[in-house]
């Protein structure tokens, strides 16, 4: 893993580039799919969730993004009511508006989105050109020009949070948690794929220093990202911006699509910030690259995970 972390000091004195990953000239590119990444965002504008709108169009269209991912906490506080509900344009087609964000968007759930109606956001998939959440977990594989394929593996995380079994209005009491256990070894050990990324709305790791692993997350989860080669898990939640790796596994908070919160000093070689941002990915066959940007624009942080020998 190599990366690189700009502090923010030097962001404000503005020493860093403008877009979320440099820009090569066509003929120097290798077979790349670029994508961009949000979480925990939906305030109708409000909380920077605007501002980091504009500069995740401006960076998916330098970029030639080709399609959305957002890790949950789609709306806030309380998810949808129906297809029809207002947040639909508050929050969401009437923020994204730039037309790099025109094309799908790969959506899960989370906590706040079970304080709502979760088969309206199912459902909105089929009234929607962009909206895309097949299911409540799901499974999409992509293929670069040279053959390279990605496999995203997309969960529904939040039965597996203990504490929400004492909170009735996130409404998953009931839900069989094995069942989406099983899917997801069956589905990691038939993948094919060169790449294989798991995104959950919750994280099993962050660093912010508040004793905020999910140990309920860990134990049923990372067995598995060990077991069967994914190279990164890609949460939101924490309303933050992170990246840690345990046991060769890179685990990505992107939590920062409006409101954040604070963070604490990350351990060496690890990373954190309470800007708020999105993240621009970009998987080449040998590696894959990853940028935070901030609501204005600048590169917080860029990161580098190579391909699994
Ligand atoms: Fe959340």
Redesign the pocket.
């Known amino acids: 893993m190599t990366s690189t972390s700009l502090s923010r000091r030097s962001l404000l004195l503005g020493a860093v580039p403008a877009v979320g990953l440099v820009t090569l000239p066509a003929q120097a590119r290798a077979p790349a799919l670029d994508f961009v990444v949000i979480g ?1 965002w939906g305030r109708d504008g409000r909380w920077h969730q605007r501002e980091v709108a504009r500069e995740m169009g401006r960076s998916a269209a330098a970029v030639g993004s080709r399609f959305v991912i957002s890790v ?2 789609n709306f806030y506080e309380d998810g949808v009511t129906d297809v029809a509900d207002s947040q639909w344009k508050s929050s969401f087609e009437q923020i994204y508006t730039d037309p790099a964000l025109m094309t799908k968007w790969h959506v899960i759930l ?3 989105d079970y304080q709502g109606n979760v088969e309206a956001q199912l459902a909105y998939t089929a009234t929607s050109s962009r909206w895309s959440m097949p299911a409540r977990y799901y499974t999409r594989t992509e293929t670069l020009a040279d053959g390279t394929s990605v496999a995203f593996f997309f969960l529904d995380t939040s039965r597996y949070i203990r504490s929400y079994q004492r909170h009735p209005e996130v409404r998953v009491q009931g839900q069989d948690k094995q069942a989406q256990l099983d899917w997801l070894e069956q589905a990691l050990a038939t993948s094919k794929a060169a790449w294989k990324i798991v995104v959950g ?2 994280q099993l790791y962050t660093v912010t220093g508040q004793n905020h692993d999910f140990r309920e997350m860990i134990s049923p989860f990372k067995p598995l990202l060990d077991r069967y080669g994914v190279r990164a898990y890609i949460n ?2 924490d309303h933050s911006l992170q990246h840690i790796v345990v046991d060769g596994v890179h685990y990505i908070t992107c939590g920062a699509g409006s409101a954040t919160s604070s963070v604490a000093p990350p351990p060496p070689g690890q990373f954190a910030s309470d800007h708020h941002g999105f993240m621009a990915m970009r998987l080449e066959a040998e590696a894959l690259g990853f940028s935070f940007v901030d609501d204005e624009g600048g590169v917080l942080y860029q990161g580098s995970i190579p391909r699994r020998a």
Request: hydrophobic share 0%; proline share 0%; net charge negative.
């Open positions: 925990d949950g906490d989370g906590n706040h709305h919750h939101g939640h």
